[in-house]
């Protein structure tokens, strides 16, 4: 395993990092589709993930209805101080008008009771899930703060925000002193590449942490998907079309992932993770699976060196289109150089 340092802390976490979204939740028709390991299944997967050198592993309270955090912590126990452990929260959890947001009120809740389900006095980072229209930032901040200060909590982060929200959220933990989000989780992959226009710049220039999510698109880029169709009729990406894609210009990716890993005798989900982690900003991606055989294939994308060649093709097939300014401010810099 390789480690990169997490935005401006101090902490190194494993480039790939394991996801916890399949923990839990049989006989639930959404948690079936994404996985709904059983306590065993789960032991085996997390036992599997460290033994291969992954020290970070994210979850969420609103996973299975915290089902995935209450296994997480069963079958964590003395490996516990082996992980950074991250969870997740915001999304609604009861059917109450505060048991959903970023008040104060139920981020003191919802840390609390993912503290129980974890089985552990402190969480290494604490992510707030989206954003929250009604509660600003100054209150969400100062309750996070305050569990950093408390011990409860030893980073923040965020996750799906735009970049003009994590600026805002950053400014205001600057002005105040408080603790600043350490990261940024966002989904990105060969097949939505959206994060490069703005939210990639952003996390590069203010040293924030990029933990990517779905880096196989749901596994649209796992090569069980082609123009004709899948070969594993049961795969979530066949049940679920999260998250949305373009499918003709996913499909370019495809073939041209295709080529790329047979010129490295690889498969091509292997190829898609490499190239994740090849794009600068990137700091983790985490991976979902069901299978220790199917975690082992994914974690030796961090093996897998691409060729320059490689890297061109792939842009070839998935780059986005220019927007403005983008197009004019590169205009600008190519009729204009600066020199020093």
């Known amino acids: 395993m390789k480690y990169a340092q997490l935005g401006a802390t101090g902490v190194f976490v494993s480039r790939i990092s394991l996801g916890a979204m399949s923990f839990g939740g049989r006989g639930s028709q959404v948690w079936d589709a994404v996985g709904a390991l059983d306590v065993k299944e789960t032991d085996q997967l997390v036992g599997a993930a460290l033994d291969h050198g992954v020290n970070l592993?994210?979850?969420?309270?609103?996973?299975?209805?915290?089902?995935?955090?209450?296994?997480?912590?069963?079958?964590?126990?003395?490996r516990r101080r082996d992980v950074i452990l991250a969870t997740k929260m915001t999304a609604r959890m009861a059917s109450g008008p505060n048991d959903v947001g970023q008040s104060r009120l139920h981020i003191m809740r919802s840390l609390e009771d993912s503290l129980r389900r974890l089985r552990t006095d402190h969480i290494d980072l604490y992510q707030i899930h989206n954003v929250d229209p009604i509660t600003p930032f100054e209150e969400s901040l100062a309750a996070l703060d305050d569990a950093v200060r408390q011990g409860k909590i030893r980073y923040i982060g965020a996750s799906n925000l735009t970049a003009w929200q994590m600026m805002k959220a950053l400014g205001v933990s600057e002005r105040r002193g408080w603790a600043r989000f350490a990261s940024l989780q966002s989904y990105y992959s060969l097949a939505g590449r959206d994060i490069e226009r703005e939210i990639l710049p952003?996390?590069?220039?203010?040293?924030?942490?990029?933990?990517?999510?779905?880096?196989?698109?749901?596994?649209?880029?796992?090569?069980k998907f082609d123009r004709d169709g899948t070969s594993d009729g049961g795969a979530r990406r066949a049940r679920f079309e999260f998250p949305p894609v373009n499918l003709e210009r996913a499909y370019d990716v495809i073939d041209a992932l295709r080529l790329v890993a047979a010129r490295h005798e690889v498969g091509v989900a292997r190829v898609a993770l490499a190239w994740v982690l090849a794009q600068p900003g990137v700091t983790s991606a985490i991976i979902g699976a069901k299978r220790p055989e199917q975690l082992a294939e994914n974690l030796a994308a961090i093996e897998l060196e691409l060729t320059a060649q490689d890297l061109a093709e792939l842009d070839a097939a998935s780059a986005l289109p220019v927007e403005y300014p983008g197009w004019i401010q590169a205009d600008h810099t190519a009729r204009f150089p600066q020199t020093a």
């Open 57 to 78: 592993i994210d979850t969420a309270d609103v996973y299975a209805a915290g089902k995935s955090e209450e296994l997480l912590g069963q079958v964590l126990g003395a």
């Open 202 to 223: 952003l996390v590069n220039d203010q040293k924030v942490g990029m933990l990517v999510w779905s880096p196989l698109a749901a596994g649209l880029l796992s090569g």
